[in-house]
């Protein structure tokens, strides 16, 4: 049963992989540190409102054969409400990729870092670091041989790796399950914690995974029979990938200290409470969280800058590898020297914050749409739970604007 399940493991534990990045830990992290188990709900919430979008552009990869860039290009056909959200999509992803993608091989430093000690260099007024470099290598071999399923069995072994560093983590704090359980259930909003619901809710249901997820599935699947496997890859794969989540926000919830910013700052705190290896596991999880993200944001920058350009070829054709490339050297060449593009970061969060509830709205769309899925269109409940996860992201995408400009 487990060989066969670990056989049709995919592209949903990439999207997994992708959506627990650096970020999504610090994130968690604070959660836990802030607000104990209360926010574990928000948590649940943002596992529902992915499996049920991440099934959609799953289903629509494998039926169309196409990527989501590529079906809403075709799909479309006012010609200035193409260019408008051609031009959105690859500002939010392929220029956000760019700008976030310091902060992913920074967050594999930061793993590192916490068992080996720094490894830098200085010259003149710069400060070279070279973990990023090595980072940036370990991604760049592993998109550079362009070949699918290799890539895929190397990310799966980090997501498991991830997984299994963080939920041992949180089982040596030996949690109340009572208290872990309530918090997931009961909804609770503490004082101030209206930016962290939104924040845990906005880092786990991501854009870019919807155009990920779409294209992995046509490299991993051809027919219409193969849509419940990756239905069950997808659910099985994301529920993990929140329980990775949670079980970051219930290892920092055993803290007392509130000194606590980031994932290397609980390790260093668990260490005393829980000893070394609490440490090296939570340091392990951290570079596992930040080099797949590493390597997942570039390969997502890249399916969606071939889909709407109109550019054809796989992950061997020389466009696809120019877009990732680029993307990765300028995260390399950003972390190495600490340098963090604000402007253009605030650009993308824009981006993305009206990227999400446009997508969601289109994807819902196509989604019911004979001419493209046949059959497999969505059905009543679908809908339903499509309609109020579309309510959510219109609410969050809002936020996150306003969050940007400081009205928040």
């Known amino acids: ?49 992915t499996i049920v979008l991440q099934e959609m552009a799953a289903r629509l990869g494998i039926i169309s054969q196409k990527g989501l860039s590529e079906v809403i290009r075709e799909e479309i056909k006012i010609p200035f409400l193409k260019q408008f959200i051609t031009i959105l999509i690859l500002s939010a992803i392929v220029v956000g990729n760019a700008s976030y993608e310091a902060g992913n091989i920074s967050g594999g430093i930061l793993g590192l870092e916490t068992i080996f ?31 699918y399923k290799f890539l895929e069995k190397a990310l799966v072994t980090l997501v498991l790796l991830m997984s299994f560093s963080f939920v041992i983590t949180a089982i040596i704090t030996q949690p109340n399950i009572f208290d872990v359980l309530k918090g997931m259930f009961i909804p609770k909003f503490p004082e101030k914690s209206l930016l962290t619901v939104i924040g845990l809710i906005g880092t786990t249901v991501v854009p870019y995974n919807l155009f990920l997820h779409a294209s992995l599935v046509k490299e991993r699947w051809k027919n219409k029979e193969d849509v419940s496997l990756a239905k069950k890859d997808t659910i099985i794969s994301i529920i993990l990938g929140g329980m990775v989540s949670m079980a970051i926000i219930i290892s920092a919830a055993s803290i007392p200290s509130k000194d606590i910013l980031n994932v290397a700052d609980l390790a260093e705190g668990l ?31 890249a399916y969606v800058a071939q889909g709407c350009l109109g550019l054809k070829g796989n992950m061997q054709s020389k466009s696809f590898k120019m877009v990732w490339i680029i993307i990765l050297l300028l995260g390399v060449i950003f972390s190495s020297i600490g340098i963090k593009p604000i ?51 219109i609410f969050l995408g809002a936020k996150g604007i306003m969050k940007v400009f400081g009205l928040l």
């Open 1 to 49: 049963m487990l060989k066969k399940y670990f056989k049709n493991i995919g592209p949903g534990t990439l999207v997994a992989a992708a959506f627990i990045g650096p970020g999504t830990v610090t994130l968690c992290t604070l959660a836990g540190v802030n607000f104990g188990f209360n926010l574990l709900w928000a948590m649940l919430l943002s596992i529902i409102a």
């Open 117 to 147: 000690g720094e490894f830098k260099h200085t010259i003149g007024d710069f400060s070279i670091n070279f973990m990023s470099v090595i980072i940036g290598l370990i991604a760049f071999v592993l998109l550079y041989i362009g070949n």
């Open 271 to 301: 260490a005393p409470l829980y000893g070394e290896f609490a440490k090296y596991f939570l340091a392990l999880g951290l570079f596992a969280a930040g080099i797949t993200s590493a390597i997942t944001a570039p390969l997502a920058a």
């Open 343 to 393: 402007e253009i970061i605030k650009f993308a969060q824009v981006a993305n914050g009206m990227l999400l509830p446009i997508i969601a709205g289109i994807l819902l769309w196509i989604m019911n749409k004979k001419n493209v899925l046949g059959s497999f269109v969505n059905t009543r409940k679908q809908n339903v739970f499509g309609f109020i996860i579309l309510a959510i992201s």
